[in-house]
């Protein structure tokens, strides 16, 4: 099923009243659980594993800024820009603009024999 997203929404009411959709979302649970006993399995000791993952990610959060601004400057030493947004509002806000700066009229996302590709529509004068 294809869905584009302003149909999202729709979609999303009508599915969740759909006995055999919610049928297939409640085996999801049990599912995951498992393979994620056998996952976990694979590690002689699961818990340690699971202590360093978590260590991992705390280590990540407390360095977030540094990181942030290193791949900033490893962007920009690469001829990309970062802009940085305070909310998704204020990122719809630059994205729009750069949208109008460069008259792009539509962009919007689509598959290609399963490869996601950007496409942009100019307008035609």
Not at 9 to 31: D, K, M, Q, S, T
Not at 55 to 82: C, D, M, W, Y
């Amino acid at each position: 099923m294809k869905i584009k997203t302003d149909q999202f929404n729709e979609v999303a009411r009508r599915e969740i009243r759909n006995e055999y959709a919610r049928a297939f979302l409640g085996l999801l649970p049990p599912v995951i659980a498992m393979r994620r006993g056998q996952v976990m399995s694979t590690f002689p000791d699961p818990e340690a594993a699971l202590a360093y993952g978590q260590a991992i990610r705390a280590q990540v959060v407390a360095k977030l800024p540094e990181l942030l601004e290193e791949f900033e400057k490893n962007a920009a030493a690469h001829g990309s820009t970062v802009l940085w947004a305070r909310n998704a509002e204020e990122a719809n806000r630059m994205i729009l603009k750069i949208a109008k700066d460069r008259n792009i009229a539509l962009c919007h996302q689509r598959e290609i024999d399963g490869d996601r590709r950007d496409g942009i529509e100019r307008p035609s004068y």
